[in-house]
Nanobody
Framework: QLQASGGGLVQAGGSLRLSCAAS????????MGWFRQAPGKEREFVVG????????EYADSVKGRFTISRDNPKNMVYLQMNSLKPEDTAVYYC????????????????????WGQGTVVTVSS
């Protein structure tokens, strides 16, 4: 199971830190990702991190503002979001992808095996 938390209401330019707690899986065997879905839009990839945390991939829209990290002993993945914009408003989902190779990061939703319930981020202008 994946449990996302940390969402909330923040003004433009502000920061939030999302957390995702994993249980019931061998966390270090999974690459992790964050996706988001805004009202009326499709779910989109935000950022992903490899099993060890050595590799990351970011959507162009969040590069330089968002940072993903993971703590394997704690079965946690984090998303630090800075300089938030109103267009970042969405439900944010964490997801886990079984990865046989260390450097694999899934960029598409269909690649992921497990999903959290989502946490709502609202950025006011």
């Amino acid at each position: 199971q994946l449990q996302a938390s940390g969402g909330g209401l923040v003004q433009a330019g502000g920061s939030l830190r999302l957390s995702c707690a994993a249980s019931g899986l061998t966390f270090s065997a999974y690459s992790m990702g964050w996706f988001r879905q805004a009202p009326g839009k499709e779910r989109e990839f935000v950022v992903g991190i490899s099993r060890s945390g050595a590799s990351t991939e970011y959507a162009d829209s969040v590069k330089g503002r968002f940072t993903i990290s993971r703590d394997n002993p704690k079965n946690m993945v984090y998303l630090q979001m800075n300089s938030l914009k109103p267009e970042d408003t969405a439900v944010y989902y964490c997801a886990a992808r079984a990865a046989r190779r260390l450097g694999v990061i899934g960029l598409a939703a269909h690649e992921y095996d497990y999903w959290g319930q989502g946490t709502v981020v609202t950025v006011s202008s």
